[in-house]
């Protein structure tokens, strides 16, 4: 299985400012990793797949990059709606098992 | 437009079994891989299986293998989730999620049920 780890576990940053998500994968993963955001008592929204892409509707400000093992999420100028728990995912084709990373909850400074 | 709409919160004994359903609209249901995923309380997304509605073809994560069934109904453009023996650390909201077509990543999301397994 395909292990996914997040960091930082939880971040806290102030609104305007820049916040910087990464995640690992245990082996090469290519590019297919999606990033999503989840409030409380919600679903989980796609915000980027294939590492780079922004999903429909996602503002400017979501960024991803990375491919391979090491990836990255960045939020440049944090709004106060962008405070919610992020996760990672990785959907490889071989083996075809999907695993998601622990989560990384980005919090109000 | 795009919907996903799951069954209600379901309460059951340690070693019941539990059925979901994901009600299905706004795109053509046997396109779509549909996947399921789990969160425990206070804690991350769990991949569970996902079913190819087309043809019935599973394929479900290993901690998972031999109690979880994934089925479809394509006269009524519904998925279920099926998990038998459950334990109290079965207890978590299933998510049923829709693939994007233009990549494996999930677009579209049910608003999750929630399972509890108490005695």
């Known amino acids: 299985e395909i292990v996914m780890t997040q960091s930082p576990a939880t971040l806290s940053v102030s609104p305007g400012e820049r916040a910087i998500l990464s995640c690992r994968a245990s082996?090469?993963?290519?590019?297919?990793l999606a990033w999503y955001q989840q409030k409380p008592g919600q679903a989980p929204r796609l915000l980027i797949y294939?590492?780079?892409t922004r999903a429909t509707g996602i503002p400017a400000r979501f960024s991803g990059s990375g491919s391979g093992t090491e990836f990255t999420l960045t939020i440049s100028s944090l709004q106060s709606e962008d405070f919610a728990v992020y996760f990672c995912?990785?959907?490889?084709?071989?083996?075809?098992?999907?695993?998601f990373g622990q989560g990384t909850k980005l919090e109000i400074k | 437009q795009v919907q996903l709409v799951q069954s209600g919160a379901e309460v059951r004994k340690p070693g019941a079994s539990v059925k979901v359903s994901c009600k299905t609209s706004g795109y053509t249901f046997s396109d779509y891989y549909m996947h399921w995923v789990r969160q425990a309380p206070g804690q991350g997304l769990e991949w569970m299986g996902w079913?190819?509605?087309?043809?019935?073809?599973?394929n479900y994560a290993q901690k998972f293998q031999g109690r979880v069934t994934l089925t479809r109904d394509k006269s009524i453009d519904t998925a279920y989730m099926e998990l038998s023996r459950l334990g109290s650390d079965d207890t978590a909201v299933y998510y049923c999620a829709k693939e994007a077509g233009y990549s494996n990543s999930y677009n579209h999301w049910g608003q999750g049920t929630l399972v509890t397994v108490s005695s």
């Open positions: 995912h990785q959907y490889s084709n071989w083996p075809p098992r999907n695993t």
């Open positions: 294939a590492a780079s």
């Open positions: 082996q090469s993963i290519s590019t297919n």
């Open positions: 079913i190819n509605p087309h043809s019935g073809d599973t």
